[in-house]
């Protein structure tokens, strides 16, 4: 009996020297990565990922810009199965031709129409945005995203409303709760 518990008291031992001598590595390990991040920094030098993509600061007289008399639109409450169709007209305030590359929906709901040509500075350009509320109901707020020559290249526009179910309609989609 007191052989076993010599044993396992050994090899209890044992373990916690392991234990020991592996927290002793991963101290060392820690502090040389600190001091490498260290030298780093007190070089001001940053590294770059070896899949980076350089960039360049885009030059402004190769750019649109747009300006939006209103970037949302709430069309209040509609019943289901209206239409609503917005027209959000913009100017051109960059140094270069404003040009819309694409401009893609949120859902199925809604559609986009926009100015097709090229917008020059100082002149207008429209993004038109239908919405058909027909199967939806509820809180409603369909975006599209424009893609064009601005600066950032991503603008979103977006409707805004509530869509009153049709009385007698199906019942709506989704958990019941009992």
């Given at each position: 009996?007191?052989?076993?518990?010599?044993?396992?008291?050994?090899?209890?031992?044992?373990?916690?020297?392991?234990?020991?001598?592996?927290?002793?590595?991963?101290?060392?390990?820690?502090?040389?990565?600190?001091?490498?991040?260290?030298?780093?920094?007190?070089k001001g030098s940053s590294i770059t990922?070896?899949?980076?993509?350089?960039?360049?600061?885009?030059?402004?007289?190769?750019?649109?810009?747009?300006?939006?008399?209103?970037?949302?639109?709430?069309?209040?409450?509609?019943?289901?199965?209206?239409?609503?169709?917005?027209?959000?007209?913009?100017?051109?305030?960059?140094?270069?031709?404003?040009?819309?590359?694409?401009?893609?929906?949120?859902?199925?709901?809604?559609?986009?129409?926009?100015?097709?040509?090229?917008?020059?500075?100082?002149?207008?350009?429209?993004?038109?945005?239908?919405?058909?509320?027909?199967?939806?109901?509820?809180?409603?707020?369909?975006?599209?995203?424009?893609?064009?020559?601005?600066?950032?290249?991503?603008?979103?526009?977006?409707?805004?409303?509530?869509?009153?179910?049709?009385?007698?309609?199906?019942?709506?989609?989704?958990?019941?709760?009992?």
């Amino acid at each position: 009996m007191k052989l076993r518990i010599l044993s396992i008291a050994a090899a209890v031992a044992a373990l916690s020297l392991g234990a020991c001598s592996q927290k002793t590595q991963q101290d060392e390990k820690i502090k040389a990565l600190e001091d490498k991040i260290a030298q780093l920094e007190a070089k001001g030098s940053s590294i770059t990922p070896v899949n980076a993509q350089t960039t360049q600061a885009a030059d402004p007289a190769t750019l649109g810009a747009f300006q939006f008399e209103e970037m949302e639109y709430n069309f209040g409450t509609i019943n289901e199965g209206q239409v609503v169709e917005r027209v959000f007209n913009f100017t051109n305030n960059g140094q270069a031709p404003l040009v819309i590359s694409n401009i893609t929906a949120s859902c199925g709901c809604t559609s986009p129409d926009w100015t097709k040509t090229p917008v020059n500075p100082g002149e207008t350009g429209f993004v038109k945005v239908v919405f058909n509320s027909t199967a939806k109901s509820g809180a409603q707020a369909p975006t599209v995203t424009i893609q064009a020559n601005t600066n950032p290249t991503v603008t979103r526009l977006r409707l805004r409303g509530n869509v009153t179910p049709k009385a007698g309609g199906p019942a709506p989609v989704g958990p019941v709760k009992r």
